[in-house]
T-cell receptor, first 113, second 110 residues
Framework: SAVISQKPSRDICQRGTSLTIQCQVD?????MFWYRQQPGQSLTLIAT?????????ESGFVIDKFPISRPNLTFSTLTVSNMSPEDSSIYLC??????????FGPGTRLTVL | RKEVEQDPGPFNVPEGATVAFNCTYS??????FFWYRQDCRKEPKLLMS???SGNEDGRFTAQLNRASQYISLLIRDSKLSDSATYLC???????????FGQGTELSVKP
């Protein structure tokens, strides 16, 4: 497994602003992912963060709205841009090695007013 | 059809009960299967991986039936601390991403 931290743990933001969430891992990992969990729902994959190249987005998610960086094998950021109340959610990063299990960070609880 | 479907909950059981969760998946090419546990306002945590031969970890037993594309989790001698949402998770055949079921909530009562 790995120790994963996320910053911030929570935030309350105004409509139209952007928030960048950081994910830090204590060891090098092959794969990093970003998920969203809306209230009362299960997890939905936003994108796979690729080291040194553009992220791979899932259907319904676009780079302009959720730009992602992954400058190295232990760190990634997700930005939620031009936020609206519908973006209120928990955002989680996860890490994995190949096609095996993934381990999740503690999440960032975002409220957009 | 959803890619991963679970029993709708919630399950309310007394301490000491045996409870079983069921899950089906749609992509027959899926290779890896997991059960995660998510406590309220926490991140999902891996409970156990599921292997073709079935596997057991203490009070927890997971089974996989590839022919029926069916996964199960059995919890014996339920404890209050087992109360959580249990997520059936399947690894997509390509790309390494995980696909989550909607979760089944378990509440164990004294």
């Amino acid at each position: 497994s790995a120790v994963i931290s996320q910053k911030p743990s929570r935030d309350i933001c105004q409509r139209g602003t952007s928030l960048t969430i950081q994910c830090q891992v204590d060891s090098q990992v092959t794969m990093m992912f970003w998920y969203r969990q809306q209230p009362g729902q299960s997890l939905t994959l936003i994108a796979t963060a690729n080291q040194g190249s553009e992220a791979t987005y899932e259907s319904g998610f676009v780079i302009d709205k959720f730009p992602i960086s992954r400058p190295n094998l232990t760190f990634s950021t997700l930005t939620v841009s031009n936020m609206s109340p519908e973006d209120s959610s928990i955002y989680l990063c996860s890490v994995g090695w190949g096609y095996n299990e993934q381990f999740f960070g503690p999440g960032t609880r975002l409220t957009v007013l | 059809r959803k890619e991963v479907e679970q029993d709708p909950g919630p399950f309310n059981v007394p301490e000491g009960a045996t409870v079983a969760f069921n899950c089906t998946y749609s992509n027959s090419a899926s290779q890896s299967f997991f059960w995660y546990r998510q406590d309220c306002r926490k991140e999902p945590k891996l409970l156990m991986s599921v292997y073709s031969s079935g596997n057991e970890d203490g009070r927890f037993t997971a089974q996989l039936n590839r022919a029926s594309q069916y996964i199960s989790l059995l919890i014996r001698d339920s404890k209050l601390s087992d109360s959580a949402t249990y997520l059936c998770v399947v690894n997509a055949p390509a790309g390494g991403k995980l696909i989550f079921g909607q979760g089944t909530e378990l509440s164990v009562k004294p």
